[in-house]
């Protein structure tokens, strides 16, 4: 069973059936019992970062996740999502995150288009199970804030927009995904069922 | 950087696909949820479908359209016509849309943007707009009802309201060019895309892959939309997309 937390940011449906179509059961749930069952969760989001942090730590959420990543079964933050895992944002005013991984989140600023939306080709930096046997290719992207990690190990893919902005982060059994994997083809699909294999390594 | 994008475009009425539909192995042609799906596995980069249903019965069958297709198909789409309140917006959004066209109602009523941006982020609104050259002013006109009515609007001037309101993206639909083939209103869709910093999908037009090298590069454009000419297999995204590649443009 895959749980996609549902804390009231965004749409949860598309992420929900692709998971699906993957083959995998899901249930999208506020519950922590429910949540902390599941053989992989996965935190989506989209909106404003403070707002999210807020709607997390008043339905206890924000604990739940913590525990979960203590786990060691696999998490994975999307887009707003894996932005929360971080220390930090300066979106409209500064705000605390959960603090899995350090680094910050930060505005684009420069004269190009903002919010960095469209297809955008991934670099792996570095291997991962996430991409094992695939090649680099296009990926959807809607976001106006990008996340600068602190370790560059943390770091596993990235594009190009006016400069390497972050696309795949990990460690341990945390990932998260700048981009919408169920929103980005092919590519998309193959990247969210190498984090749902990891729910197999596992047993 | 970011590829250029290649949108079919697909009208639906009262839940079925009309203009007629030329693919040969669909079980069902009229579908919009099988035709969507089938853009979707030929490198469609996103979707539009646009809902010319005339009545309230029409309009909820949309709903259930969108719901279905969020579940099939692995690429965004924007869901537009007959948008005139924020509460059909976030019925269509929760369905799964994951952008909304606004166009007449918008022109009717300008804080629809500003408000559908507020609540549902700027990423979620697309402005369309219809243009036809008007030769007294020297510039272009905005025309509502399939370009029967002007309005009077300047659409430079109506380009840069709907941005600043909030407005995500432009659909910008040339009403001389479509439905000639003869390629996309370039000046246009320079002029807009020169003019604001959203993108701009440029619409009307397309008759051969040419076109869409044209548009992207002379045009600025930063996706291209047609409905015809895919149904109809005059040509593929493919071919569109290989003439591209072969041409230096990014694409997916």
Same mark, same amino acid.
């Given at each position: 069973?895959?749980?996609?937390?549902?804390?009231?940011?965004?749409?949860?449906?598309?992420? /929900?059936? +692709?998971?699906?179509?993957?083959?995998?059961?899901?249930?999208?749930?506020?519950?922590?019992?429910?949540?902390?069952?599941?053989?992989?969760?996965? $935190?989506?989001?989209?909106?404003?970062?403070?707002?999210?942090?807020?709607? $997390?730590?008043?339905?206890?959420?924000?604990?739940?996740?913590?525990?979960?990543?203590?786990?060691?079964?696999?998490?994975?933050?999307?887009?707003?999502?894996?932005?929360?895992?971080?220390?930090?944002?300066?979106?409209?005013?500064?705000?605390?995150?959960?603090?899995?991984?350090?680094?910050?989140?930060?505005?684009?600023?420069?004269?190009?288009?903002?919010?960095?939306?469209?297809?955008?080709?991934?670099?792996?930096?570095?291997?991962?199970?996430?991409?094992?046997?695939?090649?680099?290719?296009?990926?959807?992207?809607?976001? /106006?804030?990008?996340?600068?990690?602190?370790?560059?190990?943390?770091?596993?893919?990235?594009?190009?927009?006016?400069?390497?902005?972050? *696309?795949?982060?990990?460690?341990?059994?945390?990932?998260?995904?700048?981009?919408?994997?169920?929103?980005?083809?092919? $590519?998309?699909?193959?990247?969210?069922?190498?984090?749902?294999?990891?729910?197999?390594?596992?047993? | 950087?970011?590829?250029?994008?290649?949108?079919?475009?697909?009208?639906?009425?009262?839940?079925?696909?009309?203009?007629?539909?030329?693919?040969?192995?669909?079980?069902? +042609?009229?579908?919009?949820?099988?035709?969507?799906?089938?853009?979707?596995?030929?490198?469609?980069?996103?979707?539009?479908?646009?809902?010319?249903?005339?009545?309230?019965?029409?309009?909820?069958?949309?709903?259930?359209?969108?719901?279905?297709?969020?579940?099939?198909?692995?690429?965004?789409?924007?869901?537009?016509?007959?948008?005139?309140?924020?509460?059909?917006?976030?019925?269509?959004?929760?369905?799964?849309?994951? #952008?909304?066209?606004?166009?007449?109602? &918008?022109?009717?009523?300008?804080?629809?943007?500003?408000?559908?941006?507020?609540?549902?982020? /700027?990423?979620?609104?697309?402005?369309?707009?219809?243009?036809?050259?008007?030769?007294?002013?020297?510039?272009?006109?905005?025309?509502?009802?399939?370009?029967?009515?002007?309005?009077?609007?300047?659409? $430079?001037?109506?380009?840069?309201?709907?941005?600043?309101?909030?407005?995500?993206?432009?659909?910008?639909?040339?009403?001389?060019?479509?439905?000639? #083939?003869?390629?996309?209103?370039?000046?246009?869709?320079?002029?807009?895309?020169?003019?604001?910093?959203?993108?701009?999908?440029?619409?009307?037009?397309?008759?051969?892959?040419?076109?869409?090298?044209?548009?992207?590069?002379?045009?600025?454009?930063? *996706?291209?939309?047609? &409905?015809?000419?895919?149904?109809?297999?005059?040509?593929?995204?493919?071919?569109?997309?290989?003439?591209?590649?072969?041409?230096?443009?990014?694409?997916?």
């Amino acid at each position: 069973m895959i749980a996609i937390i549902d804390y009231g940011m965004g749409n949860l449906h598309s992420v /929900s059936k +692709a998971v699906e179509r993957l083959g995998y059961e899901t249930v999208v749930t506020s519950d922590a019992a429910e949540i902390l069952a599941a053989d992989a969760a996965i $935190l989506p989001g989209v909106g404003a970062f403070g707002d999210a942090m807020d709607n $997390l730590r008043e339905t206890g959420l924000d604990s739940v996740t913590k525990q979960y990543a203590a786990s060691g079964k696999p998490m994975l933050g999307i887009c707003l999502g894996m932005q929360l895992l971080f220390s930090e944002s300066e979106e409209y005013g500064a705000h605390t995150g959960l603090g899995l991984l350090p680094g910050s989140v930060v505005r684009f600023q420069g004269d190009y288009k903002v919010p960095h939306m469209g297809w955008n080709k991934l670099s792996f930096l570095q291997s991962s199970p996430l991409f094992e046997g695939l090649e680099e290719g296009h990926v959807y992207f809607v976001h /106006s804030f990008h996340v600068k990690p602190e370790l560059p190990s943390d770091l596993l893919a990235s594009v190009d927009y006016y400069q390497p902005v972050t *696309a795949i982060v990990g460690r341990g059994n945390v990932y998260g995904m700048q981009f919408h994997p169920e929103k980005s083809g092919d $590519l998309g699909m193959r990247l969210l069922e190498g984090f749902l294999g990891l729910t197999k390594q596992q047993q | 950087m970011l590829a250029k994008r290649i949108i079919p475009c697909l009208d639906v009425k009262d839940g079925r696909v009309v203009k007629g539909v030329n693919f040969v192995n669909l079980r069902d +042609a009229g579908d919009p949820v099988e035709l969507a799906a089938t853009y979707d596995r030929e490198g469609a980069d996103e979707l539009v479908f646009l809902d010319i249903s005339a009545s309230v019965e029409g309009r909820a069958t949309m709903v259930e359209v969108v719901k279905r297709t969020a579940g099939e198909i692995t690429i965004p789409f924007t869901v537009g016509g007959g948008i005139s309140h924020v509460d059909d917006m976030k019925r269509l959004l929760r369905a799964g849309a994951d #952008k909304i066209g606004i166009n007449t109602a &918008a022109i009717r009523n300008p804080q629809l943007i500003s408000d559908g941006a507020r609540k549902f982020g /700027s990423q979620c609104i697309v402005v369309a707009i219809d243009a036809k050259f008007n030769p007294e002013w020297g510039e272009w006109e905005i025309f509502t009802h399939g370009g029967r009515n002007g309005t009077g609007i300047r659409a $430079l001037e109506w380009a840069r309201e709907a941005e600043r309101r909030g407005a995500g993206e432009l659909l910008l639909t040339s009403m001389d060019a479509d439905g000639t #083939k003869d390629g996309f209103d370039v000046k246009l869709t320079r002029a807009v895309s020169e003019l604001v910093s959203i993108p701009v999908i440029a619409s009307g037009g397309a008759g051969r892959v040419e076109h869409f090298h044209d548009v992207f590069t002379e045009g600025k454009a930063d *996706a291209g939309l047609a &409905a015809t000419i895919f149904h109809y297999k005059e040509m593929t995204i493919q071919e569109v997309k290989d003439d591209l590649k072969r041409k230096g443009v990014e694409v997916r």
